[in-house]
Structures are given as structure tokens and as C-alpha cells.
């Protein structure tokens, strides 16, 4: 069903669009780091009877299982009557957000305030990160080889952290800048305490900080060195709009996808051709390093699966199965927003509730970095998609010369698989809150099985 309002669809039982979209709202809560969403993502898949493969022997069709990374990348498979070989169905989604890090020495203490020091992860507007509750997750790992969690701000009982901004009383200055400008970069500190140290002389409020941190979590200054803490909006996602026709929260781009991609291999049984479902990291900062698209963990895995399917030559074998492959790279679009309509070509342009949205290519200034799909490929999509009766658009990412942006598609076409840009459209994209609709939440999970069982 091409562009057209998928709420028409659900109009005499709105109940199975809502409580798809309750469900995803408890993941997308929890799910504020990569580590997070691959933990909550494995005991969704240990429920459902998949395997984890550092346990696995052998492998035969029907048979469910995953492979974690470095606790932060996940690949699952649905093992299909067809041999590996034959190629793979893939969706691709990635599980990192645009946040604030913490740097690697973050303390310091200015005014009696004790602060942190932050470098900020993917494409952020600064102005949208102050005056608002963040929330502190992550790990800080000792020299002794334990690993400390952290997750500070989301219980309501918690304390919460922020970054302030200049009142408008004293703006006069600040007021002048561009929006570029107005917050910089290294202005993102976080506020960590104000309360001194009894008996401390110098930095005694930093001091009490760490007597905070060494009594709560056994942790010193020192290792924060090895540790990340990534500070992110706190609290939980939900319902948005009079209607609750939406979501609002944090990290939709492109946990939103993670999740109906996840969700979708969790359901299909009896699989044609075996089904896969990649979630990677670091896809905000270039889809670079040991947990991101580019590095070789897919292809390594896929020759593990070759193996465990009883396969020699399997380095080489990868390479094929990658080749035969056909991939949904499951990403966010951006949808029209009426208040900057002005930035889009309406016709060329994802819709709230006109469900998936196919993305033939992305990139910028003259589809640059764009992984710009095969039209017989796109008409693959198209039949699976409508055969499945799922709602679907098109999009391009804003008029030409606007400005632009990219996906992993490239990386998985540099395969020379089939890949194309499926994915949910969301408003306030890298914001604080970005906002997505809860039907095209379900068309995609509809259209990412579709897609599986084609
Ligand atoms: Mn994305
Ligand atoms: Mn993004």
C-alpha cells in the first residue's frame, strides 16, 4: 500500500498498533546505550529459544541463535530450509545514539561546583542538550578486570544531572551568536555536586565526589580513565500527542528499527532462505571500529556459521554468502516536518503514518557516500511489501543541497549485496526527544517480515 494513512487501516481496532508500540516503549526506556539494548535484546531472545553460539556445536534449518560482540554489536540468525550459501535475509540496524560522553579525565571543580567534562557522540544541535534531566550510564572498568555498572538518573528516586545555560536576563551577548555558536562544545559540563568535604581544604567539593563514587561503586579517579559513561536524557519514553498517535523519547534513531527488526527474527519460523539480524554500534560517529558496520565481525561470524553448518573454505564461502545476500538496512528517516516544510521535496518526502519508508539512496551533495540501491532490486521490495499488504513511502533525505546524511547500506553493498534503506520516519532526528508514530512502528515490524519470509 503506497503512501496512504496506515491509521485507516486499524480504524475499527487501533489495539494491536498500541500495544506493539507499549512494548517498544518499555525497550526504548531501558535501552539507553548500546550495552543496554544488547543486554535487553538477548533475554528477549533467550525467552524465545534462541541459542547463544559460543554454546552451539552444529547448526540445522529451523535452528535460532546469536552472536554477541564485545557486549555491544549482536548478529542473530533463523537458520532456512535453503543452504547459506543461497544467500541471507538481512536486517541491519544500529543501537548507538547521539549523546555526550564523558572525557577520560572528566573531574573538575570551578565555583564550589563540582563538574564533569564531556566530548559530545554523532551529530548533535548543543543548544537542545542543556537545561534539561540527563541520566548517567555505562561502565567503569578496573585494572583488577571488574567492570563497574553505572546507571544514574532513570529511577525516580535517583538524583538527575544537566547542563545549565545563561539566564535570559544576562543573554545580551549570547543572544547574538548563531545557533552553531550559542552552546559550544566544550561548554557541555555536566553539574556533579555541591557539597564540600568536611576537613578538605583544596577542591573540596570534587574531593566529596569522590568519596561518593569510591564509597557507592569502589571506584578512584583514576579509573575513569578506562571507563565510558555516556550522559543521556533521563526518563522513560512515552505516549505523545492527545491521541497517543505518537512516542516521544530518547534514541528512537534507530533503536525504533533495532527493535521491529529484532522483534520481526523473533517471530519467523520455517524460513526459506536463513534470516539475519545485524544491530551495530558507533554508526553516529562513521560506522567505524571493532563494534561498528565497518569492522569484520559480520563477515568472521558468517564464516562461523558456515562452520557450525559443517562447511569448509568458509572465509571465502562468507564472501559469497554476503554477495547473495539481500539486506534492509534498517534505518530513520526524516519526516516532514510542517513547521520547515520549506527544507523538503513534498513529494519526494517521508510522512508521519504513511508507514515504512524506503530510502533508494542517501548521502549528500550529489548522493555522495550514498549506497544508491539497484532499481530491480527496489522492485523486489516493492511486490514483498504490498504482497503483505504493509503501508510504505518513499523518501529522500531533504531537497537537494540542503545537507544530507548516510546509513550502513554502503558498507554491506561494498558486498555487492543487494541493500536498500527501510526504515521508521521521525521528527526532532538527534534531538533530546525525537518523536515517531506508533503505526509506522508496526508497518515497519509488518514490512521487516514480509521482507524475511520474500
Ligand atoms: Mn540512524
Ligand atoms: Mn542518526
Redesign the pocket.
Known amino acids: 500500500m503506497y503512501r496512504k494513512n496506515a491509521w485507516k487501516k486499524y480504524e475499527n481496532d487501533y489495539s494491536p498498533v498500541m500495544s506493539f508500540a507499549k512494548d517498544y516503549i518499555d525497550f526504548l526506556s531501558y535501552g539507553k546505550t548500546e550495552r543496554l539494548v544488547v543486554k535487553e535484546s538477548v533475554e528477549l531472545l533467550n525467552k524465545a529459544g534462541f541459542k547463544d553460539a559460543s554454546k552451539v556445536k552444529s547448526v540445522k534449518p529451523g535452528d535460532k541463535l546469536y552472536f554477541v560482540n564485545k557486549n555491544k554489536n549482536l548478529c542473530i540468525f533463523v537458520l532456512g530450509k535453503r543452504p547459506l550459501l543461497d544467500g541471507l535475509r538481512i536486517l541491519g540496524a544500529h543501537i548507538d545514539s547521539?549523546r555526550m560522553d564523558f572525557k577520560e579525565r572528566p573531574f573538575y571543580e570551578k565555583n564550589e561546583f563540582a563538574l564533569a567534562d564531556t566530548h559530545y557522540y554523532?551529530g548533535i544541535k548543543k543548544y537542545q542538550w542543556v537545561t534539561i534531566p540527563l541520566a548517567l550510564h555505562g561502565v567503569v572498568c578496573k585494572k583488577d578486570g571488574s567492570v563497574i555498572d553505572v546507571n544514574i538518573g532513570e529511577d525516580p528516586s535517583d538524583p538527575v544531572f544537566g547542563i545549565t545555560d545563561l539566564l535570559i536576563h544576562l543573554s545580551a551577548d549570547q543572544m547574538q551568536k548563531t545557533l552553531a555558536k550559542g552552546i559550544e562544545g566544550e561548554d557541555l559540563d555536566v553539574t556533579i555536586g555541591n557539597i564540600p568535604l568536611k576537613g578538605e581544604k583544596e577542591d573540596a567539593v570534587k574531593a566529596n565526589v569522590f568519596k561518593l563514587l569510591k564509597d557507592k561503586y569502589g571506584v578512584e579517579e583514576e579509573d575513569f580513565l578506562s571507563a565510558e559513561i555516556e550522559v543521556v536524557p533521563a526518563g522513560p519514553a512515552r505516549d505523545y500527542g492527545l491521541d497517543r498517535s505518537m512516542v516521544a523519547g530518547y534514541g528512537h534513531?534507530?533503536r525504533c528499527c533495532a527493535y521491529t527488526s529484532l522483534r520481526a527474527i523473533l517471530e519467523v519460523k520455517d524460513v526459506e532462505f536463513t534470516s539475519c539480524c545485524i544491530l551495530v554500534d558507533k554508526?553516529?560517529i562513521g560506522s567505524v571500529g571493532a563494534t561498528g558496520a565497518e569492522s569484520l565481525f559480520f563477515e568472521n561470524t558468517i564464516a562461523k556459521l558456515l562452520e557450525l553448518c559443517g562447511e569448509k573454505d568458509v572465509l571465502y564461502k562468507a564472501r559469497l554468502v554476503l554477495e547473495n545476500s539481500k539486506m534492509l538496512s534498517s534505518d530513520v528517516s526524516a519526516a516532514l516536518d510542517p513547521l520547515y516544510a520549506g527544507v523538503s521535496d513534498p513529494k519526494n518526502n517521508a510522512y508521519f503514518a504513511n508507514g515504512i519508508v524506503i530510502n533508494k539512496y542517501t548521502g549528500a551533495r550529489g548522493k555522495s557516500g550514498s549506497n544508491d540501491a539497484n532499481p530491480e532490486y527496489y522492485a523486489f521490495i516493492r511486490k514483498a511489501f504490498d504482497e503483505a499488504n504493509v503501508h510504505w513511502q518513499n523518501s529522500e533525505l531533504g531537497k537537494v543541497d540542503q545537507g544530507g546524511g548516510g546509513t550502513i547500506a554502503y558498507i554491506l553493498g561494498n558486498y555487492n549485496m543487494n541493500v536498500i534503506d527501510a526504515g521508521i520516519p521521525v521528527l526532532n532526528?538527534?534531538a533530546p526527544m525525537e518523536i515517531i508514530s506508533k503505526v509506522d512502528l508496526f508497518e515497519a515490524y509488518k514490512a521487516y517480515i514480509a521482507f524475511l519470509k520474500a
Do not use: L, Q
Open positions: 547521539p554523532g534513531d534507530d554508526e553516529e532526528m538527534h
